[in-house]
């Protein structure tokens, strides 16, 4: 199209240079010569009358005169064909210019933009301008190029969040199938000695299984529908008797978890099933990775409650504090210990669902994870 222009500007500037010229040259032959002849005729007549007739001479004097006038009003006639050639000519560049200026330079920036959108790069802005012909085209597709970038990073969001929801609940059905084997285990032993504990084994391996629907429930749902987050039911109840239950059925017959009953009883409200997650995820890492006693207790804030569990291992390296809460993260201390980089995770993720925040502090002798939940 450019070209186009071009070749038809310049053929409409040769036309208007060529009728120019021919007018002008065509008008000036014939002219020189006639007024060259007229004038030398004049001039020989006017040298004959003077000593004849000084009348006639004065007449052949003015005619002379009167046809020098006409030759400079043609000699001003050529000029002004010149100067409507030049003027012709600057208008065509004028409206070359517009036109360039204003729709084919335009067009030439959104012709690239779309090549840069077929191949797919969505990174390069369409800059517009309201002025021209195109400015609100142009701006319907800068904007189109916006969403459809906006749309790529919520469906990568959403790839995202898909994958992290399905990690978190295999995360998650790990913990009480291995209580299940625990007091599976147990039973196999006979340490079941008497009915009473027979029947709290029994309890909580039902319990333990009623978990584990639940959490494959969560996966199922999940499946189904575009459930971006897990979902949270809250709940009332009294938190410290809730826990001396929750820690006293974790830990089973082992003796590396002690839990101090508070001198308080305060109600929150929160999700039962989710808290027991927080309390195992928290209770399981320092198992696997500090191997020692875990002590656990709690204290009323202002506000809040907090669940403090305690462990005396190597603790985290304060290079990997500020990430250890990411998902997939593992510190660089964790050995040869098998994880996935989730337990942190989803205690970070439960927690604030609840309203409440968790905090990691290092000891010189070990490392103290603090769950704060507030109170009603």
């Known amino acids: ?19 120019t010229a021919t007018l002008y040259v065509s008008d000036k032959s014939v002219n020189s010569s006639d007024i060259k002849s007229d004038q030398i005729v004049a001039l020989n007549e006017i040298d004959k009358l003077m000593d004849i007739d000084d009348e006639m001479a004065k007449e052949k004097i003015s005619e002379l005169e ?18 409507f050639c030049g003027i012709s000519l600057l208008f065509l560049v004028s409206v070359f210019g517009y036109i ?47 969403e459809i970038t906006k749309a790529r990073l919520n469906e990568k969001e959403a790839i995202e969040n898909n994958k992290t929801v399905i990690a978190t609940l295999s995360h998650d059905i790990k913990t009480p199938i291995a209580s299940i084997r625990a007091y599976a285990e147990g039973l196999e032993a ?13 309890t909580i391996l039902m319990r333990k299984c009623d978990e584990v ?48 009953m508070p001198d308080f009883e305060v109600t929150i409200s929160a999700d039962t099933n989710r808290l027991m997650q927080i309390t195992e995820n928290l209770i ?51 050995g040869g210990e098998q994880g996935s980089g989730l337990g942190l995770y989803i205690v970070k993720y439960l927690t604030e669902k609840m309203n409440g925040k968790v905090l990691l502090h290092n000891h010189s002798d070990g490392l103290e994870a603090v769950v704060s939940l507030p109170y009603i």
């Open 1 to 19: 199209m450019k070209a186009k222009l071009i070749l038809i500007t310049i053929i409409f500037a040769l036309i208007v240079i060529s009728v």
């Open 190 to 202: 006979n340490l079941d000695t008497t009915p009473e504990k027979r029947a709290k084994y029994l």
């Open 213 to 260: 629907t639940k959490l494959t429930n969560d996966l199922f749902l999940h499946a189904l529908s575009d459930l971006d987050k897990l979902k949270i039911n809250t709940e009332r109840f009294k938190i410290c008797s809730y826990m001396k239950n929750a820690v006293s059925e974790i830990a089973a017959e082992q003796n590396d978890v002690k839990f101090t």
């Open 284 to 334: 399981n890492n320092a198992r696997k990775y500090a191997k020692s006693q875990i002590d656990i207790w709690m204290i009323k804030g202002t506000g809040d409650v907090e669940l403090h569990f305690r462990d005396y291992g190597k603790g985290i390296p304060d290079e990997d504090m500020p990430f250890i809460f990411e998902q997939f993260y593992r510190g660089k201390n964790c």
């Open 100 to 146: 360039w200026f204003s729709i084919l330079r335009p067009f030439d920036k959104m012709k690239k933009f779309a090549g840069e959108v077929a191949k797919g790069n969505f990174d390069v802005p369409l800059k517009y301008e309201r002025s021209n012909y195109f400015g609100d085209f142009t701006w319907a597709f800068d904007s189109m190029r916006k």
């Open 66 to 83: 009167q046809n020098l006038r006409e030759t400079d009003a043609r000699e001003k006639n050529s000029r002004h064909l010149w100067m």
